[in-house]
């Protein structure tokens, strides 16, 4: 059997997504911008797909909805986008406010900005991984033009208090930007409840293809154009649409919204298992309080137990899991999170995260008790380090 628990990371395309995208590989392979009969017969069906996402984010559509490449592409549109329309022309409004385990999407693009006198605010997260509302207002000084805060973390799942920051800076008249990746299907994004500028998501976290995301952006806050060459988007991004990609992405973004009821119930149920499960291991760690977490996630550290080591255990029983961001899984270091949270350093190189997905099954679940609780029982034979701090502690 295999089984996949690295859900953050990317998702199974639904089925459905697939049999949507299929004619726009073959009989509808039109350019929408086309004036002949191939281009006006595949643009209702980007319209519907536009519409689903609309709808999914309950916004008005005179609102936007810019399509990108991915997440990445979105952050980096958005804080880009706001460097060139206001800091670059008003040097005293040169301040952004985000949290310390922001995407590096997120927190490279302010790395770079930095360099072109942009003023990073970076605000760190509490021992349970989970930000607070009144630090992120702290931070804020009268230069301040931007906050940015993820809903909820890749690595913990911890949700952050959106609704309270998005409130605190209309009030204080300073743009807000969310990226919501991890939170799309997993909580209520109802954009008619929470105040948002800006809102970044991706296809391929919610059962939709890789290559491509979104940019919500509410009226009157346009950005600048990034990508110039053509009026596609409006003009406000160039390059031929993805027709078959989009339209996928509006059907499993509208399922993704319609399944939030089951993955707090059905989907929790599950984490929940194999977390009190695994849990039950001495001298183990989860980081933050469940009913603060999105409902796939675990972030679990062993002590004594390298995470790499208990992936390579997990990955030849076919099971795969992750110490962290897939975007930061080629260097060997210590998981960010973990390190920002200020655990002591031993439990950042013992982290791994286990995300679930509305597709896992129970029998998936149980499979990854047994081997995981056998996985730590050997490794913790083995380790000499775990011994020693068990024999002196
Ligand atoms: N933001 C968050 C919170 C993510 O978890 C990820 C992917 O792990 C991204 C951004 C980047 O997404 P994409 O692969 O679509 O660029």
Redesign the pocket.
């Given at each position: 059997m295999r089984v996949y628990l690295d859900n953050?990371?990317?998702t199974k395309v639904d089925p459905l997504v697939t049999v949507k995208m299929q004619p726009f590989f073959e009989e509808l392979y039109g350019n929408p911008n086309s004036l002949h009969k191939y281009g006006m017969e595949v643009r209702p069906h980007l319209n519907q797909a536009m519409g689903e996402m609309y709808d999914a984010l309950n916004v008005p559509d005179q609102d936007d909805i810019l399509i990108t490449?991915?997440?990445?592409?979105?952050?980096n549109a958005v804080l880009k986008g706001i460097y060139f329309k206001y800091i670059a022309k008003d040097p005293d409004k040169n301040h952004i406010v985000a949290t310390s385990v922001?995407?590096?999407?997120?927190l490279d693009t302010l790395h770079f900005l930095s360099e072109y006198g942009v003023d990073v605010t970076l605000v760190d997260v509490d021992e349970n991984g989970g930000i607070s509302a009144e630090a992120i207002k702290n931070a804020v000084t009268d230069k301040t033009i931007l906050i940015s805060m993820?809903w909820?973390?890749?690595e913990t799942g911890m949700i952050f208090p959106v609704e309270e920051v998005a409130a605190f800076a209309k009030e204080k008249e300073i743009l807000f930007h969310t990226?919501?990746?991890?939170a799309i299907g997993k909580v209520h994004v109802d954009l008619s409840k929470v105040n948002v500028d800006y809102l970044?998501f991706?296809?391929?976290?919610f059962h939709g293809p890789?290559?491509i995301?979104g940019l919500y952006v509410k009226k009157g806050k346009e950005l600048p154009n990034l990508l110039h060459g053509g009026e596609q988007m409006g003009g406000k991004r160039a390059g031929t649409l993805n027709v078959a990609y989009i339209v996928g992405m509006g059907l499993a973004l509208r399922q993704a919204a319609g399944h939030v009821e089951k993955m707090n119930s059905y989907v929790r149920d599950l984490r929940d298992k194999l977390e009190d499960a695994l849990s039950s291991i001495a001298d183990t760690i989860v980081v933050g309080p469940r009913e603060q977490r999105t409902p796939n996630t675990i972030l679990i550290s062993l002590r004594g137990i390298e995470g790499e080591s208990m992936l390579w255990d997990l990955n030849r029983a076919g099971i795969a899991a992750s110490t962290g961001?897939?975007?930061a899984s080629e260097s060997l270091e210590a998981n960010p999170v973990m390190s920002a949270i200020g655990e002591d350093p031993e439990l950042a190189h013992t982290a791994m995260r286990l995300s679930l997905s509305r597709f896992t099954t129970e029998a998936e679940i149980d499979r990854t008790i047994e081997v995981f609780t056998k996985a730590a029982e050997r490794l913790r034979s083995i380790s000499s380090t775990y011994a020693y701090t068990n024999e002196v502690g």
């Open positions: 953050n990371a990317t490449s991915c997440a990445t592409e979105s952050n922001e995407h590096p999407a997120v993820m909820a973390n890749n990226d919501a990746v991890q970044t991706s296809a391929h976290k890789k290559g995301g961001s897939a975007c």
